[in-house]
T-cell receptor, first 112, second 112 residues
Framework: DAKTTQPPSMDCAEGRAANLPCNHS???????VYWYRQIHSQGPQYIIH???NNETNEMASLIITEDRKSSTLILPHATLRDTAVYYC?????????????FGRGTQLTVWP | KAGVTQTPRYLIKTRGQQVTLSCSPI?????VSWYQQTPGQGLQFLFE???????NKGNFPGRFSGRQFSNSRSEMNVSTLELGDSALYLC???????????FGSGTRLTVV
């Protein structure tokens, strides 16, 4: 079962920041927070991951709370191409054996 | 570098038939995982292979099987197809245990 809770849908105006929340209150010390997104009928695409510290890459920023029970994915300037289902996943990199629990994710719709 | 390649992209089969799907991981990746995605159940883990050994298996009937070759390429087989097997089948590869997973574009299987 998915260890994360995400809102089923969100929308955002093009050019504005999209902030996607994720609750993972039962996360353990060895588990990382990963974000993937899936554009319709394509395979999930890796976005970013983190353990404790905030992370940033060319696609997004990841903010993890100090208690690690929740996180927020930030797309700083959303475009229409960012419309997708976003999945927040937590897992222990040493023991997952390929199994990722995706849950239902958040459908982000970016409107012009 | 080349991504994860899945063939074929689309497939139509009749109930009762069997089907074989193929996945070529990123060069150097030794872990290959398979997922089934349906609108009703979302993304569900099928199995994972590492160095030609199945290390993990999801909750699917024995009609679903797989294997991995010495070059890390993987195949999955579904026998005695049912209408409910219609789905997007996704393959993901990882260089090492728990590293980032890269997904292919999937094979869309339709059973009629």
């Amino acid at each position: 079962d998915a260890k994360t809770t995400q809102p089923p849908s969100m929308d955002c105006a093009e050019g504005r920041a999209a902030n996607l929340p994720c609750n993972h209150s039962t996360i353990s010390g060895n588990e990382y927070v990963y974000w993937y997104r899936q554009i319709h009928s394509q395979g999930p695409q890796y976005i970013i991951h983190g353990l404790k510290n905030n992370e940033t890459n060319e696609m997004a920023s990841l903010i993890i709370t100090e208690d690690r029970k929740s996180s927020t994915l930030i797309l700083p300037h959303a475009t229409l191409r960012d419309t997708a289902v976003y999945y927040c996943i937590v897992y222990d990199r040493g023991s997952t054996l390929g199994r990722l629990y995706f849950g239902r994710g958040t459908q982000l719709t970016v409107w012009p | 570098k080349a991504g994860v390649t899945q063939t074929p992209r689309y497939l139509i089969k009749t109930r009762g038939q069997q089907v074989t799907l193929s996945c070529s991981p990123i060069s150097g990746h030794r872990s290959v995982s398979w997922y089934q995605q349906t609108p009703g159940q979302g993304l569900q883990f099928l199995f994972e292979y590492f160095s030609e050994t199945q290390r993990n298996k999801g909750n699917f009937p024995g009609r679903f099987s797989g294997r991995q070759f010495s070059n890390s390429r993987s195949e999955m087989n579904v026998s005695t197809l049912e209408l409910g097997d219609s789905a997007l089948y996704l393959c993901a590869s990882s260089p090492v245990e728990g590293g980032g997973y890269t997904f292919g574009s999937g094979t869309r299987l339709t059973v009629v």
